[in-house]
C-alpha cells in the first residue's frame, strides 16, 4: 500500500513539474538553472574547503565503523589512532616492530613537542586535559586489558606524560 501511495505522489509532483515548464518561457527556465547550478556549485566548493580531501572518505568511514570491533573492545577508530600513534612513533626513531617487550628509554630523551605530539595535546593545555588524556589512551593500550603486547606503547605514553608534567607543570 505504501508503495502505491509513493508512486501517486511521485507522479503528481512529475505532472506538476512538467505543467511548469510548459507554461514558463524558456528564458526563465534557462536562469533558474543557472542560478541552480551557481548555487549548488559555491555550495560543494564551500564544502570542499571545510572538510578538504577527506570529503569523499567520511561517507564510507561512516558505513564502516559499526560494523568492525575487534577484540578487547577496540573499534576502528581506535584503531586508526592507535595506528597514526605506532606510525609517529617510528617516524621518530621510537618504535620498532623488531624489538621486544623489555623496552625502555630514559625519560630525558623524549621532547616536549613529542610528548604534545604522543597525547594529542596542544601546548598550553590543562594539567587536568593532559591526564585525561593520558587515562583515555591507557585504558585502550594497557597491557593488561589486551591480547597483544603493548607495554612498550604504554611506556612510552607513560613517559610522554611525565616529560609534559615536568616540564609545563612544575
Same mark, same amino acid.
Given at each position: 500500500?505504501?508503495? $502505491?501511495?509513493?508512486?501517486?505522489?511521485?507522479? !503528481? !509532483?512529475?505532472?506538476?513539474?512538467?505543467? *511548469? $515548464? #510548459? &507554461?514558463?518561457? @524558456?528564458?526563465?527556465?534557462?536562469?533558474?538553472?543557472?542560478?541552480?547550478? $551557481?548555487?549548488?556549485?559555491?555550495?560543494?566548493?564551500?564544502?570542499? *574547503?571545510?572538510?578538504?580531501?577527506?570529503?569523499?572518505?567520511? +561517507?564510507?568511514?561512516?558505513?564502516?565503523? +559499526?560494523?568492525?570491533?575487534?577484540?578487547?573492545?577496540?573499534?576502528? *577508530?581506535?584503531? $586508526?589512532?592507535?595506528?597514526?600513534?605506532?606510525?609517529?612513533? %617510528?617516524?621518530?626513531?621510537?618504535?620498532?616492530? %623488531?624489538?621486544? +617487550?623489555?623496552?625502555?628509554?630514559?625519560? @630525558?630523551?623524549?621532547?616536549?613537542?613529542?610528548?604534545?605530539?604522543?597525547?594529542? =595535546?596542544?601546548?598550553? =593545555? @590543562? &594539567? #587536568?586535559?593532559?591526564?585525561?588524556?593520558?587515562?583515555?589512551?591507557?585504558?585502550?593500550?594497557? +597491557?593488561?586489558?589486551?591480547?597483544?603486547?603493548?607495554?612498550?606503547?604504554?611506556?612510552? !605514553?607513560?613517559?610522554?606524560?611525565? #616529560?609534559?608534567?615536568?616540564?609545563? *607543570?612544575?
Amino acid at each position: 500500500m505504501n508503495l $502505491f501511495l509513493i508512486i501517486g505522489i511521485l507522479l !503528481v !509532483v512529475l505532472y506538476l513539474l512538467l505543467n *511548469f $515548464f #510548459t &507554461k514558463a518561457s @524558456s528564458k526563465k527556465i534557462a536562469k533558474g538553472i543557472r542560478y541552480l547550478i $551557481f548555487s549548488l556549485g559555491i555550495l560543494l566548493a564551500l564544502a570542499l *574547503f571545510l572538510v578538504g580531501r577527506y570529503a569523499f572518505s567520511i +561517507p564510507i568511514l561512516i558505513f564502516l565503523l +559499526p560494523l568492525l570491533k575487534l577484540k578487547g573492545g577496540i573499534g576502528l *577508530f581506535q584503531l $586508526f589512532q592507535l595506528w597514526r600513534l605506532i606510525s609517529y612513533l %617510528r617516524q621518530t626513531g621510537r618504535y620498532s616492530f %623488531r624489538s621486544g +617487550p623489555n623496552y625502555s628509554k630514559s625519560s @630525558s630523551n623524549i621532547s616536549l613537542d613529542e610528548a604534545y605530539n604522543i597525547l594529542g =595535546c596542544k601546548k598550553g =593545555c @590543562s &594539567k #587536568t586535559e593532559v591526564i585525561s588524556k593520558y587515562k583515555k589512551i591507557m585504558a585502550k593500550l594497557h +597491557p593488561d586489558r589486551n591480547d597483544t603486547d603493548t607495554t612498550k606503547l604504554a611506556q612510552m !605514553v607513560s613517559e610522554a606524560k611525565e #616529560t609534559i608534567l615536568k616540564n609545563d *607543570f612544575n
